[in-house]
Nanobody, 124 residues
Framework: QVQLVESGGGLVQSGGSLRLSCAVSGRTFGSYAMGWFRQAPVKEREFLARISSSGGITDNADTVKGRFTISRDNAKNTAYLQMTSLKPEATDVYYC?????????????????WGRGTQVTVSA
């Protein structure tokens, strides 16, 4: 069973930065593409970024390009989301997800495993 645990969320002022981590259990982390999403109550889950299993291909949503960076360390079974220039509207629960495909996808239904999320709150 693959388990994902997010960390690194918290309270930050507008314009600040946070780095989220996603620790993944199991020996097959290097075979999964990884993605980051966020969701607020009564809203749909929003795609933020994805990274291929090798880390060689990344893709960001237009809304966060230039401000959010996805990365991974396969030796540590961990994926990351570096977030800069945060705005109050970024306040959400942030989720990481693992996809058994090599490239990953921007569609949440494509992912096979999900973490429980970490809260990010950006104050004005």
């Amino acid at each position: 069973q693959v388990q994902l645990v997010e960390s690194g969320g918290g309270l930050v002022q507008s314009g600040g930065s946070l780095r989220l981590s996603c620790a993944v259990s199991g020996r097959t982390f290097g075979s999964y593409a990884m993605g980051w999403f966020r969701q607020a109550p009564v809203k749909e889950r929003e795609f933020l970024a994805r990274i291929s299993s090798s880390g060689g291909i990344t893709d960001n949503a237009d809304t966060v390009k230039g401000r959010f960076t996805i990365s991974r360390d396969n030796a540590k079974n961990t994926a990351y989301l570096q977030m800069t220039s945060l705005k109050p509207e970024a306040t959400d629960v942030y989720y990481c997800a693992a996809d058994r495909s090599v490239r990953g996808d921007a569609i949440s239904d494509s992912y096979d495993y999900w973490g429980r999320g970490t809260q990010v709150t950006v104050s004005a």
